[in-house]
């Protein structure tokens, strides 16, 4: 094809975009409305492509956009092709290679105007022909060339930033350490998050596929009537969907409008915790929690920092009583760990508890040995479990070293201890006692 052809085939394509908009425009008006004349003259070609190589510097073509952090943020929206971007490890609009579709920001009211640039024409849109400044498209647009050129340099203006770089106030912001020293403000970088609309819109097809395709749909039929199925499909499950714009979408941009303000958002959940088996000790309970990663760390740690503490004042006692904190909140975590035991496992002919050993880590036998009730009723386990605690801890930290922990740090840990336990103990037999009522009056019914 010739270059006149070429300028009469995209003359055409222009013409028919522009008649089939007046023809919506004026579907309802007669040819003698005063409305339809002024329409008409709106419309005629040379005064639409004027129209809107004025109209669109209120539009810019985007690849990240702000308007999507929030809709009143009024800074900078960049066009950056995703084949410039470095490429790494991690899925991002890098990926997206040479096929990728720009949106558009701006007065929606002139949203005509990107429509218009996104004709096809010999496998590329009109825009893609205004940046390489097609010969043939300066020559459809007018037959004057310095007005032709003039309209290009217009429309291709689409894809610049407008005005310094900029963030807002609306759009979000965060420091970035670049460097080693976190308390140095110069080691910082102030980062302003875009939205990656390039990939957040064919991203959001896929999901669409795999949501509502019917292959999708078929595949799962088949696994809620455990039948066979030919090929494979995804699932996503714990999908959000994150609406934009409210009921006008297209105050956010063109392609948010497209998808009807919908943003997928994959699930993002901490892993579940799945705490290894629980064995519930058969001679020494606190060997058992002395087993512990955590308790075995502290404790190391607290002797470490005893055996360099040269002055006894308020700092190094604040940071032991730190560590004494962290054992005691270990403790009751492993106290909770044996609770979750089937009830009555300490009745068991080999475990060798102690009485006050077995009051405190198995509660649950209450409710079947009546006997073991009445004396856990009575007995003083918890201080007996608490001068337990602290023996264990003063016999560690003597252990190869010279702190001679002895009588008054004994005490010291066992009072620290007492208190949470004694606390503790409180809680635990007011539970049960309410259970044991509302078990009595169902038995009354």
């Given at each position: 094809?010739?270059?006149r052809?070429?300028t009469?085939?995209?003359?055409?394509?222009?013409?028919?975009?522009?008649?089939?908009r007046?023809?919506?425009?004026?579907?309802k008006?007669?040819?003698?409305?005063?409305?339809?004349?002024?329409?008409?003259?709106?419309?005629?070609p040379?005064?639409?492509?004027?129209?809107?190589?004025?109209?669109?510097?209120?539009l810019?073509?985007?690849?990240?956009?702000?308007?999507?952090i929030?809709?009143?943020?009024?800074?900078?929206?960049?066009?950056?092709?995703?084949?410039?971007?470095?490429?790494?490890?991690?899925?991002?609009?890098?990926?997206?290679?040479?096929?990728f579709?720009?949106?558009?920001?701006?007065?929606?009211?002139?949203?005509?105007?990107?429509?218009?640039?996104?004709?096809?024409?010999?496998?590329?849109?009109?825009l893609?022909?205004?940046?390489e400044?097609n010969?043939?498209?300066i020559?459809?647009?007018?037959?004057?060339?310095e007005?032709?050129?003039?309209?290009?340099s217009?429309?291709?203006?689409?894809?610049?930033?407008?005005?310094?770089?900029s963030?807002?106030?609306?759009?979000?912001?965060?420091?970035?350490?670049v460097?080693?020293?976190?308390?140095?403000?110069?080691?910082?970088?102030?980062l302003?998050?875009?939205?990656?609309?390039a990939?957040?819109?064919?991203?959001?097809?896929?999901?669409?596929?795999?949501?509502?395709?019917d292959?999708?749909?078929?595949?799962?039929?088949?696994?809620?009537?455990?039948?066979?199925?030919?090929?494979?499909?995804?699932?996503?499950?714990?999908?959000?969907?994150?609406?934009?714009?409210?009921?006008?979408?297209?105050?956010?941009?063109?392609?948010?409008?497209?998808?009807?303000?919908?943003?997928?958002?994959?699930?993002s959940?901490?892993?579940?915790?799945?705490?290894?088996?629980?064995?519930?000790?058969?001679?020494d309970?606190?060997?058992?929690?002395?087993?512990?990663?955590?308790?075995?760390?502290?404790?190391?740690?607290?002797k470490?920092?005893?055996?360099?503490?040269?002055?006894?004042?308020?700092?190094?006692?604040d940071?032991?009583?730190?560590f004494?904190?962290?054992?005691?909140?270990?403790?009751?975590?492993?106290?909770?760990?044996?609770?979750?035991?089937?009830a009555?496992?300490?009745?068991?002919?080999?475990?060798?508890?102690?009485?006050a050993?077995?009051?405190?880590?198995?509660p649950?036998?209450?409710?079947?040995?009546?006997?073991?009730?009445e004396?856990?009723?009575?007995?003083?386990?918890?201080?007996?479990?608490?001068?337990?605690?602290?023996?264990?801890?003063?016999?560690?930290?003597?252990?190869k070293n010279?702190?001679?922990?002895?009588?008054?740090?004994?005490?010291?840990?066992?009072?620290?201890?007492?208190?949470?336990m004694?606390?503790?103990?409180?809680q635990?037999d007011?539970?049960?006692?309410?259970?044991?009522?509302?078990?009595?009056?169902?038995?009354?019914?």
């Amino acid at each position: 094809m010739c270059e006149r052809e070429e300028t009469v085939s995209l003359r055409q394509l222009i013409d028919s975009f522009i008649d089939e908009r007046f023809n919506t425009k004026v579907e309802k008006l007669t040819s003698d409305d005063p409305k339809y004349l002024k329409l008409a003259d709106q419309f005629s070609p040379q005064a639409w492509i004027a129209d809107a190589a004025r109209r669109v510097s209120q539009l810019q073509v985007v690849t990240h956009s702000l308007k999507a952090i929030h809709p009143d943020a009024k800074g900078t929206n960049l066009y950056i092709e995703p084949a410039a971007l470095k490429q790494h490890e991690y899925v991002g609009s890098y990926c997206l290679g040479a096929d990728f579709q720009g949106d558009v920001v701006g007065n929606a009211a002139a949203l005509d105007v990107y429509k218009f640039l996104r004709l096809q024409w010999q496998g590329k849109t009109l825009l893609e022909h205004v940046l390489e400044r097609n010969e043939a498209l300066i020559k459809a647009l007018s037959p004057q060339r310095e007005e032709g050129e003039a309209w290009i340099s217009a429309f291709a203006g689409i894809v610049e930033s407008k005005g310094l770089v900029s963030s807002h106030v609306m759009g979000k912001q965060l420091y970035w350490l670049v460097g080693e020293d976190p308390t140095q403000d110069s080691d910082y970088v102030l980062l302003a998050p875009l939205y990656s609309t390039a990939l957040i819109h064919p991203f959001h097809a896929r999901l669409s596929e795999t949501r509502f395709g019917d292959h999708a749909k078929q595949g799962r039929k088949a696994r809620r009537e455990d039948k066979s199925f030919e090929g494979e499909y995804a699932d996503y499950p714990n999908l959000a969907v994150q609406k934009l714009g409210g009921t006008k979408p297209q105050n956010i941009s063109q392609l948010n409008s497209e998808r009807g303000g919908q943003n997928y958002l994959l699930a993002s959940l901490p892993p579940r915790w799945q705490s290894r088996q629980q064995y519930p000790p058969t001679r020494d309970a606190f060997r058992s929690f002395e087993g512990r990663p955590i308790v075995r760390r502290t404790v190391r740690e607290l002797k470490r920092f005893l055996e360099s503490a040269a002055r006894k004042n308020m700092h190094t006692r604040d940071y032991r009583d730190d560590f004494t904190a962290v054992l005691i909140d270990e403790l009751m975590l492993f106290t909770f760990d044996m609770h979750a035991l089937p009830a009555g496992w300490s009745a068991d002919e080999k475990n060798q508890l102690s009485d006050a050993e077995r009051y405190w880590l198995d509660p649950g036998r209450v409710a079947e040995d009546s006997a073991f009730a009445e004396a856990r009723r009575v007995s003083d386990w918890h201080q007996a479990i608490s001068a337990r605690a602290a023996s264990w801890l003063n016999k560690l930290l003597n252990k190869k070293n010279r702190l001679g922990m002895a009588d008054t740090e004994h005490q010291h840990w066992e009072g620290h201890i007492e208190k949470v336990m004694k606390d503790f103990r409180r809680q635990l037999d007011d539970l049960q006692d309410a259970l044991l009522d509302d078990e009595r009056e169902g038995e009354a019914v």
